[in-house]
């Protein structure tokens, strides 16, 4: 396809797929994985692809894929305007031709952001060669998942920290939990809750309160790697999700509130926070396990703290 596996997660796509059966459909699918099987199983295409840009940096990382080597998924990133699908990114027009004694297609995903990714097929089952209509499917098929990622971004977003909301976390992490079922993968649950922010909306007022949720947002998304999870859980806590983190609890934490320090001596404002971490599956194999453990180990975290101030007075 021009462009070597390509791996990651992106803020309201965050999904890998193993390659299913052309006759099956995955029940727990988003309506963009949906739409993307969907596309492959109607070109019966052998490899697919879709990469989808990154939130930062100029490059692709993949959104879902079948027929991949899934050891590749989280290591391969795509330069836009290197390779065919970041040429159709970074000129917004449809690729078709022969790689090797197999067809190519890549068509560009346009959003209300512009062209945001490519869908790539390729190795046609179907014992002929990709045509020109063929081509013209995909890019309709695009085109429709570009609407969806419009619909996704919208219905799962929280607009004063520029985060997922509490929604897409819950169901990011019920595919990462069925990732690591199929697949033996562990994965760390992180909440974070600012512990002051009820003074801070009280001395300095509300809008320096949305103020601080924003960047305390910010902060969290620049430690973390382009595959992992932050978001906004409500209220005055956040969540994140550490694909395959082998990082001590000790060092997410300490990582966490150097990020959020930094933030708040930007501000001149005091801010601080407390920290709860747990594992998938040392510390639940469900959600509802995962999240009690997390918010019980935050929640202790701040007792703790607590404690060590009165002790101090």
């Given at each position: ?10 803020d ?67 330069p836009v ?28 995903v ?47 977003h ?31 649950v992180?909440?974070i ?5 009820k ?39 956040f ?7 082998g ?15 930094v ?32 918010d019980a ?17």
């Amino acid at each position: 396809m021009g462009c070597p596996p390509a791996a990651g997660c992106l803020d309201a796509v965050r999904m890998a797929v193993e390659k299913p059966p052309l006759g099956g459909r995955d029940s727990s699918s988003s309506p963009i994985n949906s739409a993307f099987i969907t596309g492959v199983q109607l070109l019966k295409a052998g490899r697919a692809s879709l990469l989808l840009r990154h939130s930062t940096e100029p490059v692709l990382i993949l959104a879902a894929a079948v027929g991949l080597d899934s050891s590749l998924m989280s290591t391969i990133r795509v330069p836009v305007g290197e390779g065919i699908a970041g040429l159709v990114v970074e000129r917004g027009i449809a690729l078709f031709g022969m790689k090797g004694d197999q067809t190519f297609m890549s068509a560009p995903v346009p959003t209300e952001r512009g062209v945001e990714g490519a869908l790539n097929l390729t190795d046609s089952l179907s014992g002929t060669q990709y045509s020109a209509d063929d081509l013209a499917s995909a890019t309709a098929m695009a085109r429709h998942i570009g609407h969806l990622i419009q619909y996704s971004r919208h219905a799962a977003h929280d607009l004063v920290s520029g985060l997922p909301n509490r929604r897409a976390f819950e169901e990011i992490l019920e595919r990462e939990i069925a990732l690591s079922r199929r697949t033996g993968s562990a994965f760390g649950v992180v909440f974070i809750d600012i512990d002051n922010l009820k003074q801070i909306n009280d001395t300095y007022g509300h809008a320096k309160g949305d103020e601080v949720i924003k960047m305390v947002g910010a902060a969290l998304q620049r430690i973390l790697r382009p595959y992992d999870f932050a978001g906004r859980h409500g209220g005055d806590e956040f969540s994140l999700l550490l694909s395959g983190s082998g990082e001590s609890d000790g060092g997410i934490t300490a990582r966490v509130l150097e990020a959020i320090s930094v933030m708040s001596d930007s501000l001149q404002i005091p801010v601080s926070a407390s920290v709860g971490v747990a594992r998938c599956p040392a510390d639940g194999a469900d959600a509802s396990q995962l999240v009690a453990a997390a918010d019980a180990r935050m929640y202790a975290n701040k007792r703790t703290k607590r404690m060590q101030r009165e002790a101090a007075m």
